[in-house]
């Protein structure tokens, strides 16, 4: 009796991660006001702006745009894996990936969306590379090696141990 009354209460507790893939959302919302405010500031700008300076504002917005997509790839699915089953009415509303990714892929896809946007940073730096340090972009160099090892090897993990079971 203990036992089973443990055991409900431990899988409601899942609803505890809710209010966590809310608050998530709220982290979308201010990414979309930081975006249109990057947007509506190059914009005014935009008689003025070199270049090079353009492409760094283009590949802000884009860098934001990933991590967007990011949260909201670990907002719908999270919720999905760990709380519960999203319905929305008729399946043309729900996203083709949704009920797709259980929580090894969502892994790797994390990895490959930090990467992605290690990859923007980095070229950022490389854009701007008169002004900076040779010290700071060999460690630039070094963290974004370091995420891109951490991808492969955990995508590596992840097909030894469980490719066979998504087949």
């Not at 790839?73 to 009415?89: C, H, K, P, T």
Request: charged letters at 20%; one cysteine or more.
């Amino acid at each position: 009796m203990i036992e089973k009354t443990l055991e409900k209460l431990l899988f409601a507790c899942r609803w505890l991660l809710a209010p966590l893939y809310l608050g998530l959302a709220l982290a979308l919302i201010a990414l979309g006001i930081k975006f249109f405010q990057e947007a509506v500031h190059v914009l005014m700008a935009i008689g003025t702006l070199a270049e090079a300076d353009l492409v760094l504002v283009v590949l802000t917005l884009i860098d934001l745009v990933l991590v967007g997509s990011l949260i909201v790839m670990v907002m719908f699915s999270g919720y999905e894996n760990f709380v519960s089953r999203i319905d929305v009415g008729g399946d043309a509303e729900k996203l083709g990936w949704l009920g797709k990714l259980d929580a090894g892929t969502l892994k790797l896809k994390v990895a490959a969306s930090i990467v992605a946007i290690s990859s923007i940073h980095l070229l950022k730096v490389f854009m701007d590379v008169k002004t900076i340090a040779n010290d700071k972009i060999l460690w630039y160099v070094v963290l974004h090696m370091t995420f891109v090892v951490s991808a492969l090897l955990l995508g590596v993990l992840d097909r030894m141990s469980f490719a066979d079971k998504r087949k």
